[in-house]
C-alpha cells in the first residue's frame, strides 16, 4: 500500500473534516533565508511559521470556529459564545427583539444535515494512475478520503452553506494534494498538463463567488491543489521594507510573524482570519485599511506563477519598470484560471505608533454621503473609515452588550442629546467608524481634520468606543449570517464600485430594486432585511457594501429565489455606472455579466491569455466564463 492509499482511508470522516485544512506539521525549509540575512552574504534556516489554530475547531457547515456562535442563553436573550472575539461572554439584550423585528422566530430552528449523511452522498473519485504515478513522492500530502474532498469544494456563497446544511455537491474534486514547495507545485502542474488533469488552486476557502466548486459537467479527475502547507515568511527585507512571503500563509498569521520584526502589512479584509495571500492576489482583494496600506495590488511587488507552459515571475523587484504590461496584473485576479501562484513579495511597513478609533453620528444617510466625499476631495480619508446606512446602525445598536445601571444612564442621556436637542430623527440616524493610524501627530492633525469635516457635514462625534466596537463587529458578520441559517433566515452580502457622482444613487435604487425583486416573488410580511455601508474611499469614487436577507421558511427554493434577487440587485448597479464587482471577484456566481462588464475584446483578451498559459484548460474551474472544454482522455 503506497502512501496515498493510506492516507485515504486511516481516518474517518467526521474527523477528517475538521483536520483536514491548513496547519498541519510544519516542516522546516532548507531554503529559507533568515529576515536578518538578506543582503548580508550568509543566509540562515528560518523556520516556517508556527500556526496557533486548531483546525478540530471549525465549523463543516458555517464561518468560522465551531465555539464562537450566536446563542441563545436560558433567560431568553442572545450572547455571543466562546472566548476568541472581543464580543465573547456578553450577552446582548437588544440582539433578540431586533431579529423578530425583520421576521426570524427564534423558537423555531432549523437543523442541520448530519455531516455523516452527507459524506456518504460524495461520489467516488476519478483516478488518472498516469498523474498519480508521476507525481508520487512530490507533495507533502495527498488524500482520496470523502470528507477532506467535501471540504475542498466549496467557499462561503450562500448557496454552498445552504448545500453543506441540507442539500448535496454533484461534483467535488476527486484528490486534495497539498505541495510542500516551489518543485512540489511544478512537478504536479506539468504532471497535470501531461495526462489531461483539472487543477483547481485552494488557499483558505473562503471564496463567496463559487470560485472554488468543482464543475458539475468535468469528467476529467480534478485535484484541488491545498496550498496550506506553503505558509512561511520565506524572508524580510526590514531596510526596503519588503518581505517574501508564501501563497498558502493565513493572513492574522502573517501579522502575527511580521510583528515580531516590527512591522505589518496592513492588509485587513473581513476574513483575515481565514483568508491566504495567495487567495488574495488572485482575488484582487482589497482590506479595511486600504486608505493607509493600499489594496492588494498596490502592496504586491512580484508574485511567481507556475503555469502549465512554465513558472512566470517578474524578476525585477525594483519599485516601477518599463518592460512592456506588467506581468503582476495578469497574475492579479486571474482566479485560479492561468495558473497556481506560490510565493509573493510584497511591501511592509513599520507597525504604526497610534492607532485610534473613533466614530460619528449623522442625521440623516445624505449627510454622511457628503462626509465621504469631502474626505475623498481633500484626500484625508483615514485608514479605515465607513458609513452605514441607518437600517444597519439600528442593527449594530442591537449588539451593543449588556452595561451597568450608570452606562445605561449615560446612554440614555446620549440618545436624549442626539434626539432630542440635536433634533436627529430615530428612522433616519446613520453613523461612520472611523480607524486612524500613524505617528501620534500625524493621527492628531487627521483627527482634527476629520472631524472638523463631519462637523461641517452636521455630524457629531460619537466616540472611541463605538468606533472600535463597529470596526471589530466586521468580523463577526458571517457568524450572524450562520445564527440567520439556524432560523430560516438566508442572508448574504455583495459589494461594488462606484464613482463618486453615483454612490447615493446606488445605496438607494439597489435597495429600492431589492424590495420590488422579492416582493414580486412573494416577500412581503415580512420584508427583507436590506441595508448598505459605504466604504474605500478612492479620488474618483467609493466600495459599496450592501446586506440582505429574507426569511425562507415556506418558500419552494430559496437558494434559487435568493440568487435571482442578487442578479437584479447586480443589474440594477451596472445600470448606475456601478462594477460587477470591487473585491470578491467574478468565479462563476457572476461569470454571466462579464461580456457586460468588460466588452468582447476584453473578453477576447481573456481567452487569449487562457489559451497561452493554459493551452489543455488544466486550471478549468471555468471561473469568469472562462469555459474552453478539454474532454477526458
Known sequence: MDHRDTLSTSVSATRRIHNTVRHLTPIASEN????????????ATHPELSWTKNLDNLKWNGWGYKDSN???????????????????????PGFRAFTESIGIDSSKVSPPQPIEDLVKTVPPPIKQENFLNAINGHYAALSFDSSERLFHAHGHTCEEIYKLRWGRFERVPDVVIWPGS???VEKI????????????????????????????????MIVSLAMQRMNKVVWIDKEGLTACIEAGAIGTEIENELAKHGLTLGHEPDSHEFSSLGGWISTRASGMRKNVYGNIEDILISATLVTPIGTIVKKCKAPRVSTGPDLNEMIIGHEGMFGVVTDAVVKVRPIPEAKVYGSVVFPNFEAGVNFMKELSRQRCAPASVRLVDNEQFVFAQSLKPEVSSIHQVLDKIKKWYVTKYKGFRVDQICAATLLFEGTKLKVEREQAQVYAIAKNCGGLPGGEENGKRGYLLTFLIAYLRDYGFDHYYLAESFETSVP??????????????????????????????????????????????????????????????????????????????????????????????????????????????????????????????????????
Open 32 to 43: 529559507a533565508i533568515d529576515s536578518a540575512n538578506v543582503g548580508a552574504g550568509t543566509p
Open 182 to 184: 516551489q518543485a512540489h
Open 70 to 92: 450566536f446563542l441563545m442563553n436560558e433567560k431568553g436573550q442572545v450572547y455571543f459564545s466562546g472566548k476568541r472575539y472581543e464580543l465573547a461572554g456578553t450577552v446582548l
Open 500 to 633: 463618486t457622482k453615483d454612490v447615493y444613487a446606488v445605496c438607494t435604487q439597489v435597495k429600492e430594486r431589492v424590495h420590488k425583486a422579492a416582493a414580486a416573488r412573494g416577500i412581503v410580511h415580512p420584508p427583507p432585511f436590506v441595508s448598505c455601508r459605504v466604504t474605500q474611499v478612492y479620488d474618483s469614487g467609493f466600495c459599496i457594501y450592501f446586506y440582505f436577507g429574507f426569511l425562507f421558511s415556506g418558500i419552494k427554493d430559496p437558494v434559487k429565489c435568493f440568487n435571482e434577487i442578487e442578479i437584479e440587485a447586480r443589474d440594477e448597479i451596472m445600470k448606475l455606472g456601478g462594477s460587477l464587482s470591487h473585491h470578491h471577484g467574478i468565479g462563476k456566481l457572476r461569470a454571466y455579466a462579464m461580456e457586460e462588464a468588460v466588452g468582447k475584446g476584453g473578453i477576447a483578451l481573456l481567452h487569449g491569455l487562457k489559451s497561452t498559459t493554459d493551452p489543455n484548460n488544466v486550471f478549468g474551474a471555468q471561473n469568469m466564463g472562462l469555459t474552453k472544454k478539454k474532454s477526458a482522455s
Open 189 to 220: 502542474v506539468a504532471a497535470a498538463n501531461q495526462f489531461n488533469v483539472v487543477i483547481i488552486p485552494f488557499g483558505g476557502g473562503t471564496s463567496v463567488t463559487d470560485a472554488l466548486a468543482a464543475p458539475h459537467d468535468e469528467k476529467r
